[in-house]
């Protein structure tokens, strides 16, 4: 059994404080789902939990096990069992999957345990043959990304939008794929989604609300329920605060959209 825990994590980016204080505390086999408005600072935390230098860190703790993260490289914290499935996933051209996650590895990865998973997630061999994201659809990418995580069998998974660009028998295969490996291997996992759909099939402990780049409040799957009935402003409203406005003046959910350009 391992333990995930972030503690009071702020942290800023070009100067504007993003992450204002997060706690959140997952262990293996657990399933955790994070659902905010857009711009509220989900990709944000993903990246500064993988170590993306981009980001400054100011206050807070992220530990494994009472491990600290923060400080080491990203390669470290991957070492010590954390994945990140990511939103926009880069294209690697000339590496191949296979290449990939043996690479990632100190013990190899043969090519028959990723054929077998791709088989489990319906990833055509043409994927396989070709540099990691080069020309993939969303969906391809979402699906290959859940192939690296299976291969690798990390201890946490952050999945940051996983079922953005899936269409639903997609969507009903990663996220199987993914509650299985919450048995099978007892992964943890942190799933970021604005849809309480993903949580039919990878079924969550415990819901967060991130609003303002914190957790508002917590509760059970209900709570995805709720949202997707009342929205955020209506949650807000029980709550008793208004929607915090985005934490940063630019929201580009598009990352190409740069203003200007
Ligand atoms: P979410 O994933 O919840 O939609 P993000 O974490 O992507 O939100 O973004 C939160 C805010 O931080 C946004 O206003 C975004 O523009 C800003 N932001 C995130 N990363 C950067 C960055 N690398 N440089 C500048 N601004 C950033
Ligand atoms: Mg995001």
Do not use: C
Request: proline letters at 4%.
């Amino acid at each position: 059994m391992s333990v995930l825990k972030i503690t009071n994590l702020r942290a800023s980016v070009e100067g504007t404080e993003i992450l204002r204080g997060v706690d959140l505390e997952v262990s293996s086999g657990e399933v955790h789902a994070l659902m905010g408005p857009n711009g509220s600072g989900k990709s944000t935390l993903s990246h500064v939990l993988m170590g993306r230098s981009d980001y400054t860190v100011t206050d807070g703790s992220v530990t494994i096990d009472g491990e600290e993260l923060l400080g080491l490289p990203t390669w470290e914290r991957a070492r010590r069992g954390l994945f990140l499935t990511h939103q926009y996933p880069v294209e690697v051209a000339g590496v191949r999957i296979v290449d990939l996650v043996d690479a990632a590895t100190d013990h190899g990865i043969d090519e028959a345990r990723v054929q077998t998973e791709a088989g489990r997630l319906a990833v055509r061999d043409e994927f396989l043959a070709r540099g990691v994201n080069v020309e993939f659809s969303g969906g391809e990418q979402k699906r290959t990304e859940t192939l690296q995580l299976a291969v690798l069998e990390p201890r946490f998974a952050i999945l940051d939008e996983i079922d953005s660009g899936l269409d639903v028998d997609a969507l009903r295969v990663v996220s199987r794929r993914i509650e299985a490996m919450t048995e099978e291997t007892g992964l943890g996992v942190l799933a970021i989604t604005h849809y309480a759909r993903l949580l039919t099939e990878l079924r969550p402990d415990r819901v967060h609300v991130f609003m303002g780049g914190r957790v508002v409040t917590s509760g059970g799957p209900e709570l995805a329920d709720e949202l997707e009935a009342v929205g955020y402003d209506g949650l807000a409203e029980r709550l008793g605060f208004a929607v915090p406005k985005p934490v940063s003046a630019e929201v580009t959910e598009d990352p190409f959209a740069t203003p200007g350009f």
